[in-house]
């Protein structure tokens, strides 16, 4: 069972960075892939950037292409979301997920195409 925890969030300022990070368990992760979603108040919640464990191959929503980077440290066993240039807009709660994958070509940007959550960390960008 994968359990995923995050950390990181916090209130910071427009223009201001944050990194979050996600520590999985009860890998091996060799065939998972590993996401951030965020969901504002009243909003669904949406795909933010995604990460396959193994190759390290990433993809982005385009309203944070640019700004935000997600990588893994396979050594520390940890994800992370670097979010940079930060805006009012990017408010929100934001979760790790993941997914095993069976091709290397099939991409996951759907909240129940995921399987596993964590318990969300807040990100508040103030004005």
């Known amino acids: 069972q994968v359990q995923l925890v995050e950390a990181g969030g916090g209130l910071v300022q427009a223009g201001d960075s944050l990194r979050l990070s996600c520590a999985p368990s009860g890998g091996p992760f060799n065939r998972h892939i590993m996401a951030w979603f965020r969901q504002a108040p009243g909003k669904e919640r949406e795909f933010v950037a995604a990460?396959?464990?193994?190759?390290?191959?990433?993809y982005y929503a385009n309203s944070v292409k640019g700004r935000f980077t997600i990588s893994r440290d396979t050594a520390k066993n940890t994800v992370y979301l670097q979010l940079n240039s930060l805006k009012p807009e990017d408010t929100a709660v934001y979760y790790c997920?993941?997914?095993?994958?069976?091709?290397?070509?099939?991409?996951?940007?759907?909240?129940?195409?995921?399987?596993?959550w964590g318990q969300g960390t807040q990100v508040t960008v103030s004005s």
């Open positions: 990460i396959r464990w193994i190759s390290g191959n990433t």
């Open positions: 997920a993941a997914r095993t994958y069976y091709s290397t070509s099939a991409y996951y940007t759907r909240e129940n195409e995921y399987n596993y």
